[in-house]
């Protein structure tokens, strides 16, 4: 089944404790991006990678690394989180060869900190 | 990139038709418009998508006026299953004009009995 996976999809922790949110999609695709939403403020960019060790900002990546080291796995990590990056996060993947590709969600990872 | 707004919520019976339009102004050529339905606790996932005029699949439809300036998202006779968040992406990643989206704040659907 073609899918995207993420690790934890729950999890509490508390500020300056170091941590990583795993995604993994089985469809081979090149682009993966991390997203988080906040109530009121939709869906909002962090981190995107358009292939293997290659990522880019997207509108709100400060506090957050990413890297892309193999096409199927784009971790999103937490050097040191801050109760303000509680929130929902979601993993996506597309692939990005032509003019309309959409992208697949992962189910979520709701982070708190405390 | 292409920033879109859309109405924050709206509200149905169930039997009734839905439109929900949103607003691209500053939409590219190659840019696609891509309608994203997200239930509770779940990741959004892909409803339609359409470039110009008009398209239709099994659940939706999507009318696109010529100046590509606004896409209308239409539900047929929506359940108290449609209830969900609805989001418009103008926009998808490629290689020609890179990954970074910005979706907008997405259009809380409640449908009543």
């Known amino acids: 089944e073609a899918q995207v996976t993420q690790n934890p999809r729950y999890l509490i922790t508390v500020t300056g404790k170091k941590l990583t949110v795993t995604c993994s999609q089985n469809m081979n695709h090149e682009y993966m991006s991390w997203y988080r939403q906040d109530p009121g403020l939709g869906l909002r960019q962090i981190y995107y990678?358009?292939?293997?060790?290659?990522?880019d900002k997207g509108d709100v990546p400060e506090g957050y690394k990413v890297s892309r080291k193999e096409k199927r796995n784009f971790p999103l990590i937490l050097e040191s989180p801050s109760p303000n990056q509680t929130s929902l996060y979601f993993c996506a993947s597309s692939s990005p060869s032509g003019f309309s590709y959409t992208q697949y969600f992962g189910p979520g990872t709701r982070l708190t900190v405390l | 990139l292409a920033k879109t707004t859309q109405p924050i919520s709206m509200d149905s019976y169930e039997g009734q038709e839905v439109n929900i339009t949103c607003s691209h102004n500053?939409?590219?050529?190659?840019?696609?418009i891509t309608w994203y339905q997200q239930f509770p606790s779940q990741g959004p996932r892909f409803i339609i998508q359409g470039y110009k005029t008009k398209v239709t699949n099994e659940v939706a439809s999507l009318f696109i006026p010529a100046d590509r300036k606004s896409s209308t998202l239409s539900l047929p006779r929506v359940s108290l299953s449609d209830t969900a968040v609805y989001y418009c992406l103008v926009g998808e990643p490629t290689y020609n004009q890179g990954g970074k989206l910005i979706f907008g704040q997405g259009t809380e659907l409640s449908v009543k009995p």
């Open positions: 500053n939409i590219a050529t190659n840019d696609y």
């Open positions: 990678s358009m292939n293997v060790e290659v990522t």
